[in-house]
Nanobody, 122 residues
Framework: QVQLVESGGGLVQAGGSLRLSCAAS????????RAWFRQAPGKEREFVAD????????YYADSVKGRFTISRDNAKNTVYLQMNSLKPEDTAVYFC???????????????WGQGTQVTVSS
């Protein structure tokens, strides 16, 4: 079994930065695609970014492209999301996920974390 635990969320002013981390435990999932999703109050969960097992391929939602960077450290079984130039509309609970195939469809991911709150004030 795999457990994913997110950290790094918090309150930040618009224009600021945060770095989210997602540590995996239970068994090695270095060969899995890792991804970030988010869900704002009253809205559906949406895809943010994903990264291939090697880290050589990444994909971003248009809404975060150029501001967010996903990366991973397989030795630590950890994936990161560096978020810069944050906007109030980035406010959401951020979830990390792991699966065998890259997809913007959350249903394709087998493992999920509990989420971490990110709040961006204007």
């Amino acid at each position: 079994q795999v457990q994913l635990v997110e950290s790094g969320g918090g309150l930040v002013q618009a224009g600021g930065s945060l770095r989210l981390s997602c540590a995996a435990s239970g068994r090695t999932i270095s060969s899995y695609v890792r991804a970030w999703f988010r869900q704002a109050p009253g809205k559906e969960r949406e895809f943010v970014a994903d990264i291939s097992w090697s880290g050589g391929s990444t994909y971003y939602a248009d809404s975060v492209k150029g501001r967010f960077t996903i990366s991973r450290d397989n030795a630590k079984n950890t994936v990161y999301l560096q978020m810069n130039s944050l906007k109030p509309e980035d406010t959401a609970v951020y979830f990390c996920a792991a699966g065998s195939d890259a997809s913007s469809n959350g249903g394709r991911y087998a493992y999920w974390g509990q989420g971490t709150q990110v709040t961006v004030s204007s």
